[in-house]
């Protein structure tokens, strides 16, 4: 942990408003990302030396028009800034501000002011000042407030120093940046009030310092409301605040007007010597909005960009993604002969480079993700799309922005569950997030070719009924995700519905330092937190797969292996040879067959047997769905191996499909009938067959209860759904 | 212009700026995405048209 003397300084504003980049100037990108305490909310927290050697910690809080809460992630922001336990009491609140909405973003800065923390005001966008048709005085800003004001164009680094001289200004003198008036409740009832109010405070939170009592206590009265959902609020202050809003209304009073009117007219009473409004504004955002937001136009160019996306996701990323699948089998081939067959070298293989493997061949389709939705949130485009999809996606309960993971979901959960970030409310994100799995991702893809192939006999080509089965699995995936997502919205993200306020920022170019800042920043992240989980999964299933030894199976083969190798050395001919070694590669399928049936996962596959028999599945399925956990694609891979065609397969592998076409049940009815067929892929397109997708749910919801959840549910409708199609099946005569 | 109903959300108008007796300008109505961008205090905002039917307004 940071010690505790070090100064910490909270970064504060608005969004949209240059907070994020304030900080990574200050810590120049050297910055830890975790969550704060108990909440999914991301913060980062850096360190910066300041001129004199002297070190600060810097914090990150989420960005906010206001500190007053509607929600525990809300709350977040006050909790940050006041410095509530067990979060760091700042030494300085840095307020960027976006120099062309001044006033707006000034009813911040006043309550910071009011909560009696040091402020210091980066008055950020400068450079776009003359583009809205104003002029702003910073030196009459400083006056009016009290506090110092630093102008910054913070994309460019210019103001930095400034801003860095203030803080160390500041901090050798808290007296600086704490003007000793400020707007203050004028009628005796609110004053009233607010002393009320403040005797229910809990004494951690004001420390007994008056005025961070009273500006507690005007936030509890904003913030407060029957049934909220923040947290650690203690009865006794909700019970003062019900009662004497109550109070208030009884006698026409308008608590809210008072009190954020009067903020607002002492900001306007202010700002007249500080903004002069010169000419009408350009009207470049208002240009390119009436054609991105046109109702034809605009939903086109829309659905474009995101097959764009869609199609850079899905194809674009195979190239990378082979070249690291072959850097992958290129480096276990090197290591296995430089140490020879054994134990040892089998862990490291298919053990830790393969778990390596794992998790890195996700890392083109995230980074190419973040870059996109980095250039669409840069740009101002992200809002625009949330205010295009509000309708459509609000009808299943969602957030606009809850479209573009999901549509990514189509290539890979793992990096839209990350994409879920775009969201600033957790209920939006956590709902996303849950359903988001049930799209139809690719590694479905191989799984699908394989079953609807085996429901044609082998020497059978596949036609059109096969194409529309795999359409059909697409539209069931997605209409599944979409009705999950419904029913959540209505049953556990119920809450209280909050209403979408999006501010349409105006179009700016895009900052690539920033844009490609964040896409490693979440690659990094991601290989960190969530590789480490998919590491030791990717253990965990090699362990199964490959124990309990058998020497007795090894002996034999060895021994096998030994007489054909002799006789292939000798072989007369070539054809004779070619022959032999063909009879060596069935024994090493048939060996690799042997060996899995009496490993562990083969063990598992037989005890869940009578769970899965139900759904028409035997325990070599069995075996296939517990391998998939390590992803859903290596299920064709482990039937290969099963049905001792070796791991080397596709559906298109006519040996496999002439295996799967003749694999009978021990009284001699076929096991991969079309029926089976059916009930399997409804298996697969609901059950989460995937430790990638918990791993990355378990690291943006910071518990294990989300995925656990997200496993039981998906699982348990995977299991009803292809109980009933296959019972039914049964019932109606098919087979 | 008041706002009527819906706490939750007059609150958070109030608080970006959007006062009974502010000015505001409609940007543009969106039957597709059912939503109204209004201009407050130089900075533009969309909420639904549900909610923006609760807006009372007069003209200037």
Known sequence: MISSEMPTIVIAGNPNTGKSTVFNQLTGGRARIGNYPGITVERSIGTTQLPGGRLVRVLDSPGTYSLAARSADEQLALEAVAGLPPLPAPQIAVVTVDATQLSRNLYLVLQIIELGVPVIVALNMIDSLEAAGQEVKPEALEKALGVPVVPMVARDGRGLSRLVSAIVEVLEDPSRAKPGWRWRPESAELIELTERVGDALPESWHGNDPDRRSALALWALLSIDPGHDLHGIPDELERAVIDGRAEAAAQGRDLDHEIIHGRYAWIDSKMARVVHQKKHPKELTDRVDRVLLHPAMGFLLFLALMTLVFQALFTGADPIIGLIEGAVSWTGNVVGVALGPGLLTDFLVNGVIEGVGAFVVFLPQILMLFFFIGLMEDTGYMARVAVLMDRLMKSIGLHGRAFVPMLSGYACAVPAIMATRTMERRRDRMLTMMALPLMTCSARLPVYGLLIAAIVPPWQEAGLTQGLLMASMYLFGTLMALIVAWVMSKTVFRGSYIPLVIEMPPYRLPHWPSVVRMMLRRGGDFMKTAGTIILICSMGMWVLLSFPKNPELEARLVEQRAELEQAAAVAPSDDEKAQLEERLAALEAKGASDFTRQSYAGRLGRTIEPLIEPLGFDWKIGVGIVSAFAAREVFVSTMGVVFGVGEDVDEETMDLREKLWSDTWPDGRRVFTPLVCLSLMIFFALACQCMSTLAVVRRESGNWGWPALMFVYMTALAWVFSFVVYQGGLLLGFS | ?60
């Open chain 2, 1 to 60: 212009m008041a706002v009527e109903g819906l706490p939750a959300l007059r609150r958070r108008l109030m608080e970006m700026g959007l006062l009974p007796g502010t000015p505001l300008r409609l940007i543009r109505r969106m039957s597709l995405g059912g939503v109204v961008e209004l201009e407050v205090r130089r900075s533009r905002v969309s909420i639904g048209h549900g909610e923006a039917a609760r807006l009372i307004v007069a003209p200037l």
